[in-house]
């Protein structure tokens, strides 16, 4: 079953505002990462979260944590064209006796010039 | 895509045939997963490998096997093909520092059965 939830599941935005996207997840969490996927390519790491922060910046990119919600966000402030892409969250948490990454279903985001 | 290239980037296959998938590191990475994509379900972990010939099942094992000889080689096997295994299928590495798991993606596999 699904870990990460993201929300909405699509976006639309003018350059230059920001977008904010959602997840919320189930089980407790060792850390959570955000990526990116432009059409018709693999995903790319974007910024990772561990279970004991709450706030974590990177460039234009803003995660918070909430571990007692079960929730993260993602914010892209300034938003440029270039950003369209879809974006997940992922959950890394122990399931047995390994790690693993538990993906949602991702937000698709678009940027209109 | 960092060091991860996978083959083949297309390929359409009938029912019940084998098919192999392969993926191929330069980073030396311990560890490697294979990961479906689909609409609406996002990326589901099939198997993955924490080391040579060490592989363990994910969330969608059922009809793929898989195995690692070498360090920089990870392979996906699915034995007798369905359509139902039509997807994108997506490579990754990592390698899994203290509290870090980030990892790493091939530009992935678009797979066609009919």
């Known amino acids: 079953s699904q870990q990460g939830e993201e929300d909405p599941q699509a976006l639309s935005i003018q350059e230059g505002e920001n977008a904010t996207m959602n997840c919320s997840y189930k089980?407790?969490?060792?850390?959570l990462q955000w990526y990116r996927q432009n059409s018709g390519r693999g995903l790319v790491h974007l910024i990772l979260?561990?279970?004991?922060?709450r706030e974590k910046h990177s460039g234009r990119l803003r995660v918070t944590l909430d571990t007692s919600k079960k929730s993260s966000s993602l914010l892209i402030t300034a938003s440029r064209a270039a950003d369209t892409a879809s974006y997940f969250c992922?959950?890394?948490?122990?399931?047995?006796?390994?790690?693993?990454?538990?993906f949602g279903s991702g937000t698709q985001l678009t940027v209109l010039p | 895509d960092a060091g991860i290239t996978q083959s083949p980037r297309h390929k359409v296959t009938e029912t019940g045939t084998p098919v192999t998938l392969r993926c191929h590191q330069t980073?030396?990475?311990?560890?490697m997963y294979w990961y479906r994509q689909d609409p609406g379900h996002g990326l589901r972990l099939i198997h993955y490998?924490?080391?040579?010939?060490?592989?363990d099942k994910g969330e969608v094992s059922d009809g793929y096997s898989v195995s690692r000889s070498k360090t920089e080689d990870f392979l996906l096997t699915l034995e007798s093909a369905t359509s139902s295994q039509t997807s994108v299928y997506f490579c990754?590495?990592?390698?899994?520092?203290?509290?870090?798991?980030?990892?790493?993606f091939g530009p992935g596999t678009r797979l066609t059965v009919l």
């Open positions: 990754a590495i990592s390698e899994r520092l203290a509290s870090h798991n980030e990892q790493f």
């Open positions: 980073e030396n990475h311990r560890y």
């Open positions: 979260i561990r279970s004991n922060e």
């Open positions: 089980t407790s969490i060792n850390n």
């Open positions: 490998s924490y080391g040579v010939k060490d592989t």
């Open positions: 992922a959950t890394d948490r122990t399931s047995g006796s390994a790690r693993q990454l538990t």
